[in-house]
């Protein structure tokens, strides 16, 4: 019981860690890129950032749940219909990975 506990303490700490670092590495980059955009004279970085970290983490889901999107929109905590959405807005290719058993009429 006691090592039980102390494996889910130290995954716990692990995915603080892990998260942590992911922001810090997101905060560095977009802190480079936003001082970037400024000399240059952009406007709008919110639409761009948040399609530039969307694109990558709604593919990486698809990726994950061999495209299935209902299991993608659960993994990102998004209604299926908002992700389909998503999916067309950001032009994200669909690529479904059919099991090797198919379905025969």
Do not use: C, W
Not at 45 to 57: D, G, N, T, Y
Not at 87 to 96: E, G, Y
């Amino acid at each position: 019981m006691m090592q039980l506990m102390n494996r889910q303490n130290a995954q716990l700490q692990q995915g603080k860690t892990r998260d942590a670092s992911l922001e810090g590495y997101l905060e560095m980059k977009m802190g480079d890129f936003v001082k970037d955009m400024r000399n240059g004279s952009a406007r709008n970085l919110h639409p761009i950032l948040i399609s530039a970290v969307e694109r990558p983490l709604i593919a990486s889901a698809l990726r994950e749940t061999q495209g299935n999107q209902i299991q993608a929109a659960e993994l990102l905590g998004l209604n299926r219909n908002t992700l389909r959405k998503k999916i067309v807005d950001l032009h994200i290719p669909l690529k479904r990975t059919r099991s090797k058993t198919s379905r025969s009429a």
